[in-house]
């Protein structure tokens, strides 16, 4: 399996599409749960992306004895923005997960799915002041400021209302250089840079602040980052911090919100070890700090991505120069091109032979965002092809490019409910003409 030139781990398919797992190869076809890859497309066309109830659900349990086996208090915090399909977010909330979310729209989703206010931690480099009211006046379990206006802003809405309102304080702790995450690069939008200072100003503002009590620090540097190591050196950053702000102010912050950038379940457990080991060894460096601490983290990717499957059809076959290629219909409508994203391809029906094979969609436009290859027997017009690790950051940053965002169904055993319907063109037609 080869993405942007790279092999993705073999291990890692291995595992996914084990032989009693809810995705798997059998018969020379793929399932998902006890349907027939073949049975969804006859009835659904595609493309169509597919979760597997089966494989969300211990994706979540694997969190949550993550979180049970580590020695310090974890509370798990969904990062919305994955996804935003309700019947997938249910599963989540049923679990008893709780939420983070990065924008007043996600805010609102997340009480319209039914998660209480005190569940909801609300992230975000910049917030309407509407949106920072309504979040306080609710009483949200947690909001991590990110700039000197919103803590002022924040410090006389607290005075107006005569409430005391709890924030947490985004910091870049930016440890060495090999170590830095791609979300906090010195100078960054989010937060407040430790090695300049400003961290420490913005800790001496809430501080000093009339309204304001400073309950968590926050820091999220990575993305999709599979080493344990990297994590534990950025959970070291943190609680240096932590403890040379606590001695110099004389005060006590209960919480640490380490934020997400774990990656998905079935490539970290091929990288060395189950999301158990990964915190138990990321969470080292808390032993550092003194008395009873409540740990955050805020997986997004981990839970959902490896339980979705985008199936696709192969709408032309051709050679150009040395490359073989199969043009698929699935496009920016439903697999968003991202860097950091970490699709896999194989035909849904196994087909022996060692023909390279390059993966693109239908759009004109130079960009792939599926930029796959996979090895096969002959390929023809009309086959389907299968996307792995289709379930985060694709439904929820989709757009209707080409094509509109096609179906999504949630498949429990031999079953399935739909997620989200394709719009017909006449509901296009309306919502691009402004009419009601």
Not at 40 to 49: D, N, S
Request: proline letters at 7%.
């Amino acid at each position: 399996m080869m993405r942007d030139g790279h092999r993705l781990p073999s291990s890692a398919m291995r595992r996914l599409l084990s032989r009693n797992g809810p995705l798997r190869t059998e018969g020379g076809q793929l399932w998902i749960e006890a349907l027939p890859s073949r049975k969804l497309v006859e009835r659904l066309g595609t493309p169509v992306l597919v979760y597997s109830s089966a494989r969300l659900r211990d994706n979540i349990e694997q969190a949550i004895g993550a979180a049970r086996a580590c020695p310090f208090p974890i509370r798990i915090h969904y990062a919305l923005k994955a996804c935003y399909l309700v019947g997938v977010v249910g599963l989540v909330r049923e679990a008893g997960l709780n939420v983070e979310v990065m924008s007043e729209f996600e805010y609102l989703l997340a009480r319209r799915i039914g998660f209480a206010p005190d569940q909801v931690i609300v992230n975000g480099p910049a917030k309407r002041p509407e949106f920072l009211e309504r979040v306080v006046t609710d009483g949200v379990a947690l909001m991590n400021v990110e700039s000197l206006p919103e803590i002022a802003f924040l410090d006389a809405l607290g005075q107006r209302l005569g409430k005391a309102i709890q924030v947490g304080l985004r910091i870049n702790p930016l440890p060495s250089r090999h170590l830095r995450g791609p979300f906090a690069p010195p100078g960054s939008k989010f937060g407040f840079d430790v090695p300049t200072g400003e961290a420490a100003e913005a800790v001496r503002r809430i501080v000093r602040s009339r309204a304001l009590s400073l309950r968590a620090v926050h820091c999220h540097s990575y993305t999709r980052q599979y080493s344990p190591e990297a994590h534990r050196a950025h959970v070291a950053s943190v609680v240096k911090f932590i403890r040379q702000v606590e001695r110099k102010l004389g005060i006590r912050i209960p919480v640490l919100d380490l934020g997400g950038g774990f990656g998905s379940r079935s490539i970290m457990e091929a990288n060395g070890g189950p999301l158990r080991s990964f915190i138990a060894k990321m969470t080292e460096p808390l032993a550092g700090l003194s008395g009873d601490r409540e740990i955050v983290i805020e997986p997004g990717r981990y839970l959902v991505n490896d339980a979705a499957v985008c199936l696709t059809t192969v709408l032309s076959c051709k050679r150009n120069g040395r490359r073989r290629w199969v043009l698929v219909d699935a496009g920016r409508n439903i697999l968003p091109p991202r860097k950091n994203a970490e699709y896999a391809v194989i035909p849904c029906e196994v087909r022996p032979g060692r023909t390279l094979y390059h993966v693109g969609d239908f759009l004109c436009m130079p960009s792939e965002p599926i930029p796959l290859s996979f090895v096969s027997g002959p390929i023809e017009l009309g086959d389907r092809l299968a996307v792995f690790n289709a379930g985060a950051y694709t439904f929820s940053m989709a757009q209707s490019f080409g094509e509109p965002i096609p179906n999504a169904i949630l498949v429990e055993k031999a079953e399935w409910t739909w997620l989200y319907r394709k719009k017909p063109i006449e509901e296009q037609w309306k919502s691009l003409s402004g009419q009601t």
